[in-house]
């Protein structure tokens, strides 16, 4: 791609961006939200037409119409928000893609079968009966990737497939990513995360305000290098990151809970303590958040807040406004996408009003908010659904967040954030646990939940399988832990340490 240009109104999203990828080779694109990233891959797949360019495929120029035609010309693109249809079960997903799958697949039953078996292959533990509002979001997301390797591709662009992966999960997308690239197809990663860079990208791409920030090859590039290029400046690290004395009052219980995947669970999270929920995505962590949010209804055991039953089985499920929820999957679940964001900002409200406030206050309002949470643009007639991954992700932040929730479910809060937006995010958890508010944090980067949580529940077959204090414990246990493998004998953790001499005789 060459020259690349896009703008979208008032905003250049991609600003004369030169971009290449090579077969046998994975391409990462870092940046930070809003940069661009997405715009300038969805140029490629053909959903946006370029204002300026050139792309070329083997040296030829074309012209991109439509993803059809990307299609036909071997370029695959797994999209940063999921294009699944939840209704349909993963079976009847793959036979709305099979028409595009090539000919050697074979026809109508067998055709279907053959993809059947792919998928199978890449997600062993996934029933293609199953329906996919079933799945957890790490399988959706292993799916998704699966439908698009079925195409046929020479040139497959993944936009942020780790985001939600645990490290078990993310292990078996690096896995596949480099075989891809063995396999001789040229592969696009977008990412924020380092980790993804240093596993499996040959070379790095750099974005920021929508151009080229730096290029490089992977191999030779520091990570503070990378992130400097991503925002500019060296990363600013998250202050108070010392875990902070917690009161005795327990403010969020979960009592015997079952409700869908979550069975038999347990926890008091006390006023000012982070608990965080590790797991491999699928193991009943959405079910427990959504049982807790009010989403999803219980089939037993209580929720009580402040001391005040708020969900039964039985009870009517509703939006309690003393609690913050940040769902997985925020453009579906969290924000109406055509709406302005200055009623977004108030959708959790809106019953409660009378009337609909006047606008002025209510552009007022959402300005400041979005400046607060530094939502790009912070324009509150902007619709939901123009925004960038990340700062979707931070506009549900703002809602949720900005009211010092007595209890906060946050599930993957930082979820596509950049490193600044997720820095941002830890504080305002932070700070609302300083200010007494009970969190229940769900993520899959068990080096952010040992830094930043007190306490660390993993759940496995959607069931609480430890309760620890994050202090008392690791990366390697936890990690046995989520996979039901033997946690490592306490010996090997304490590196270094050499094992004792057996007395001679
Ligand atoms: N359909 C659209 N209409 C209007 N503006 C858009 C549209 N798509 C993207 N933009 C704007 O273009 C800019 C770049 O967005 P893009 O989605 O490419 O960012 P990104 O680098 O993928 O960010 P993230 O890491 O948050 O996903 C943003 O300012 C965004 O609001
Ligand atoms: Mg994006």
Same mark, same amino acid.
């Given at each position: 791609m060459k020259g690349m240009r896009k703008r979208f109104g008032g905003t250049l999203a991609v600003d004369g961006v030169d971009f290449e990828a090579h077969p046998g080779k994975v391409s990462a694109l870092l940046g930070e939200n809003g940069a661009g990233k997405s715009t300038l891959m969805k140029l490629l797949y053909g959903v946006h037409r370029p204002d300026d360019g050139e792309i070329a495929l083997d040296g030829r120029p074309m012209v991109l119409g439509s993803p059809r035609d990307a299609m036909r010309l071997g370029i695959g693109m797994v999209f940063?928000?999921?294009? &699944? %249809?939840?209704? +349909?079960t993963v079976r009847e997903n793959l036979a709305l893609v099979t028409q595009q799958a =090539? $000919? $050697? %697949? !074979?026809? !109508?039953a067998r055709r279907l079968r053959v993809l059947e078996r792919h998928v199978r292959s890449i997600v062993p533990e996934v029933d293609v009966d199953s329906r996919v509002s079933d799945l957890s979001v790490g399988q959706k997301q292993l799916v998704e990737l699966a439908k698009v390797l079925l +195409?046929?591709?020479?040139c497959v662009i993944l936009d942020? =497939?780790?985001?939600? &992966?645990a490290p078990p999960e993310a292990q078996r997308l690096w896995t596949l990513v480099r075989d891809l690239a063995a396999r001789g197809l040229s592969v696009v990663l977008i990412t924020h995360k380092i980790k993804d860079v240093q596993a499996c990208a040959d070379e790095v791409f750099v974005m920021r305000g929508g151009r080229l920030a730096g290029r490089g090859r992977a191999a030779g590039l520091s990570d503070s290098a990378v992130v400097e290029m991503m925002v500019g400046q060296a990363p600013r690290a998250v202050e108070n990151s010392q875990p902070l004395p917690v009161a005795a009052l327990t403010r969020l219980w979960l009592k015997g809970i079952d409700a869908g995947g979550a069975r038999d669970i347990d926890l008091q999270v006390r006023a000012g303590e982070i608990v965080g929920v590790a797991g491999v995505s699928g193991n009943g962590q959405t079910a427990l958040a959504e049982a807790v949010a009010g989403v999803l209804p219980l089939e037993m055991g209580e929720v009580i807040l402040d001391g005040e039953l708020i969900r039964a089985p039985r009870m009517r499920p509703r939006i309690d406004p003393r609690l913050g929820y940040i769902p997985e999957q925020p453009m579906v679940n969290a924000v109406a996408p055509e709406l302005p964001l200055a009623l977004n900002l108030v959708l959790k409200r809106l019953t409660a009003l009378p009337f609909l406030p006047d606008t002025g206050a209510l552009t007022r309002q959402a300005t400041e908010l979005l400046k607060r949470f530094d939502v790009r643009p912070a324009n509150p007639q902007a619709q939901a659904q123009w925004l960038s991954g990340g700062n979707l992700q931070k506009l549900v932040a703002a809602r949720e967040l900005s009211e010092t929730p007595a209890a906060v479910v946050a599930c993957y809060p930082t979820m596509g954030l950049d490193v600044a937006a997720s820095a941002q995010i830890y504080e305002v958890l932070f700070g609302l646990a300083c200010q007494g508010s009970a969190v229940l944090w769900f993520s899959e980067d068990l080096d952010d939940l040992l830094r930043y949580a007190h306490r660390i529940v993993v759940m496995l077959d959607g069931r609480i399988v430890q309760d620890v204090d994050s202090s008392a414990t690791n990366v390697m246990q936890l990690g046995a832990w989520m996979t039901g493998t033997a946690p490592p004998a306490v010996s090997e953790l304490a590196s270094g340490r050499v094992p004792a001499l057996a007395e001679p005789a």
């Open positions: 940063q928000q999921f294009s &699944l %249809i939840p209704a +349909l =090539p $000919w $050697w %697949i !074979g026809r !109508g +195409l046929d591709a020479r942020e =497939p780790s985001a939600v &992966l």
